[in-house]
């Protein structure tokens, strides 16, 4: 990967984005790390050190993320990769007749608007310049029913069909979209899903014997994005070992 290239990241605080994060620090990249979670967000920089952008960002907030080039500096608004991978699960794994309402459109809102907001508002320059990647988390939940996950599979079902049309759209151009759809995975997703229930979030892991690590998910990332140009790793399913 050319060194200097700038990385605007989603949702970088913590789990897959803190991994893709390091990952991308490593290779040469500047880097924007965007969160609504400051303390840990800062931390982060401050582990990266130079070439790292500590950015609070709600991406729920049409507003912010619209405006969300013209508050980085000059220097970083060139964007080279978006990775989208802010999203959540909180008051999910419920049947759907039997959870809230509130929560089900708050999961839409993040994992599937919000991302629409940040691609919305990036993708335009990258177009203009003639280069760029964007790297969509999703989730192999967008293309298997799992029941009990409604809101959180359309949410997944929306960013893998959002990929493929934005990746038609886009066909005539330079420009790559990477969809990786990971399966179980190591990240806090669990306890924020259980409202910060840490024992109830290990009992969850535990029942499937092995996970993916964040740090698995960040090189399947860099493997994609290390590709030559005219190398385009569509679409990404990652399982545990032991699942299927």
């Not at 912010?64 to 999910?92: F, K, Q, T, W």
């Amino acid at each position: 990967m050319e060194p200097g290239r700038i990385a605007f990241v989603t949702g970088a605080a913590s789990g897959i984005g803190r991994a893709i994060s390091r990952s991308l620090h490593k290779a040469g990249c500047r880097l924007v790390l965007a969160d609504r979670q400051k303390a840990p967000l800062e931390e982060l920089a401050a582990e990266l050190g130079e070439g790292a952008f500590p950015f609070v960002l709600d991406i729920n907030d049409g507003a912010a993320v619209a405006g969300c080039l013209d508050a980085l500096p000059e220097s970083l608004r060139a964007v080279d990769i978006l990775v989208n991978n802010a999203g959540h699960d909180i008051g999910g794994r419920t049947r759907f007749d039997l959870g809230s309402a509130d929560d089900w459109a708050a999961i839409i809102e993040t994992n599937l608007i919000g991302l629409m907001r940040v691609t919305r508002a990036i993708l335009p320059g990258m177009i203009e310049r003639g280069r760029g990647d964007i790297l969509n988390m999703s989730s192999i939940s967008a293309i298997r029913m799992v029941p009990d996950q409604a809101p959180y599979s359309a949410s997944k079902a929306g960013v893998h069909m959002l990929s493929d049309i934005i990746r038609g759209e886009l066909a005539e151009t330079p420009l790559r979209v990477i969809e990786i759809m990971p399966g179980l995975t190591s990240t806090n997703i669990v306890t924020t899903r259980l409202r910060g229930d840490e024992e109830a979030a290990r009992a969850y892991f535990e029942r499937f014997g092995m996970a993916l690590d964040p740090e698995d998910i960040a090189r399947c990332a860099m493997f994609a994005l290390e590709q030559p140009p005219q190398v385009q790793i569509a679409q990404m399913f990652v399982l545990p070992t032991n699942r299927w």
